[in-house]
């Protein structure tokens, strides 16, 4: 009986320090990071990294990317739309001024390309954890049921 009890503490033991997997998916305001359901942000992301440098390398430049990538796009989002309407304005004296849209298109195009190549990362940075997951778990013991000349007993094999 003690036995069994140590067998089935071992194997609660090993499955609660299994490392769980990261994903990236889309909601209303864009990608996040999720871990098991919960979305996590990036900062949280780098300290469950656990020193792996090129997964806290590919996090840090996605947040950089994305921040950066947001900062361009909305403003420049603005300031085309802002002219388009004023363009769909019939009063004569409302001219648009075009340079400001054309700016602005620039910079929502730049920001939306840069903030791509950071999800992008995110990504990839999620996967690399994974595959890191997996490979690091080859510890797969199985418990069986076997017979010696001393009676039926359990066999835990690594």
Same mark, same amino acid.
């Given at each position: 009986?003690?036995?069994?009890?140590?067998?089935?503490?071992?194997?609660?033991? &090993?499955?609660?320090?299994?490392?769980?997997?990261?994903?990236?998916?889309? +909601? @209303?305001?864009? $990608?996040?990071?999720?871990?098991?359901?919960? $979305?996590?942000?990036?900062?949280?992301?780098?300290?469950?990294? %656990? *020193?792996?440098?090129?997964?806290? $390398?590919? &996090? !840090?430049?996605? !947040?950089?990317?994305? =921040?950066?990538?947001?900062?361009?796009? /909305?403003?420049?989002? #603005?300031?085309?739309?802002?002219?388009?309407?004023q363009s769909l304005n019939t =009063?004569?004296? +409302?001219?648009?001024?075009? =340079?400001?849209?054309?700016? *602005?298109?620039?910079?929502?195009?730049?920001?939306?390309?840069?903030? *791509?190549?950071? %999800?992008? $990362?995110? !990504?990839?940075?999620?996967?690399? /954890? %994974?595959?890191?997951?997996?490979?690091?778990? +080859? @510890? +797969?013991?199985?418990?069986?049921? #076997?017979?010696?000349? %001393?009676? &039926?007993? @359990? !066999?835990?094999?690594?």
């Open positions: 009986m003690k036995k069994l009890f140590l067998t089935s503490v071992l194997f609660i033991s &090993l499955s609660a320090f299994s490392q769980s997997t990261w994903e990236v998916k889309t +909601n @209303f305001w864009g $990608k996040g990071l999720y871990e098991s359901g919960n $979305k996590i942000s990036i900062g949280d992301a780098i300290e469950k990294a %656990n *020193g792996q440098e090129s997964i806290i $390398k590919k &996090l !840090r430049s996605a !947040r950089t990317q994305r =921040t950066i990538g947001a900062i361009m796009a /909305y403003p420049g989002a #603005f300031a085309f739309g802002f002219t388009l309407g =009063t004569p004296t +409302n001219k648009p001024n075009w =340079t400001i849209g054309g700016l *602005g298109a620039g910079l929502m195009i730049g920001g939306l390309i840069l903030e *791509g190549s950071g %999800n992008k $990362k995110l !990504r990839e940075s999620a996967e690399e /954890y %994974n595959s890191l997951s997996k490979t690091s778990s +080859n @510890f +797969n013991p199985e418990l069986g049921l #076997f017979s010696s000349e %001393n009676g &039926l007993g @359990f !066999r835990l094999t690594f």
